[in-house]
């Protein structure tokens, strides 16, 4: 069956601009989450959703983020005026039902979207 | 502040066994330790999943001690293709998840 799909799969930009990234989650899956990885680093959290709520949006990075979801499935994340400490792969992962590790959930990963500020 | 940590490297050869630890000392009470594995330019993918005691499947071993404030990964008779960065995942909350910084595993022949 078809995996997490995210769009675009690259995007490079101006700083300054706003840029906006979508994930499609797995049907029926209510947990979404997103990721920023650095070049060479690891996964930093950035906000959980289950169903279209975002019970915790504190680790957003600044209020230049924000994220939403819509119809337990599409879910963008949005870039204002961008920086170029925002250059990074933002990856969308997706779980059935509930916090993935809290409750017993596998997270499937999608491909991510590199963005790169100039 | 809550935090997962594990070591930055690993180098290994073909058939050993590599046992990657993590440490979480104020993960959640009923929460799951989770690894993960990583591909250059893919997204990770899931290896294993534990709470307590000892997990096993057809690619990994969890060893999870009962004060819970650590978790071993074991890969037994690693292979070239088993060369990925590896990630330690807990909760400390209800809604925020902490991942590892990850372990770069460098299989030889």
């Known amino acids: 069956g078809a995996g997490v799909s995210q769009s675009p799969s690259n995007k490079v930009t101006e700083k300054g601009k706003d840029v906006e990234l979508r994930c499609d989650p797995i049907?029926?899956?209510?947990?979404l989450y997103w990721y920023r990885q650095r070049l060479g680093q690891g996964l930093e959290f950035l906000i959980y959703?289950?169903?279209?709520?975002?019970?915790?949006k504190s680790g957003l990075p600044s209020d230049r983020f924000s994220a939403e979801r819509t119809g337990e499935s599409v879910s963008t994340l949005t870039i204002q005026r961008t920086q170029q400490e925002d250059s990074a792969v933002y990856l969308c992962?997706?779980?059935?039902?509930?916090?993935?590790?809290?409750?017993?959930?596998?997270?499937?990963f999608g491909p991510g979207t590199r963005l790169t500020v100039l | 502040l809550a935090k997962t940590t594990q070591p930055i490297s690993m180098d290994s050869y073909e058939g050993q066994e590599v046992n990657i630890t993590c440490s979480h000392n104020n993960i959640a009470t009923n929460d799951y330790i989770t690894w993960y594995q990583q591909f250059p330019s893919q997204g990770p993918r899931f290896i294993i999943q534990g709470y307590k005691t000892k997990v096993t499947n057809e690619v990994a071993s969890l060893f999870i001690p009962a004060d819970r404030k650590s978790s071993t990964l074991s890969l037994p008779r690693v292979s070239l293709s088993d060369t990925a960065v590896y990630y330690c995942?807990?909760?400390?909350?209800?809604?925020?998840?902490?991942f590892g910084a990850g372990t770069t595993v460098t299989v030889r022949a």
């Open positions: 995942l807990a909760s400390y909350n209800d809604y925020k998840l902490s």
């Open positions: 959703f289950q169903g279209n709520s975002a019970p915790d």
């Open positions: 992962a997706s779980s059935l039902g509930g916090l993935a590790g809290v409750h017993d959930n596998e997270q499937f």
């Open positions: 049907s029926g899956h209510t947990a």
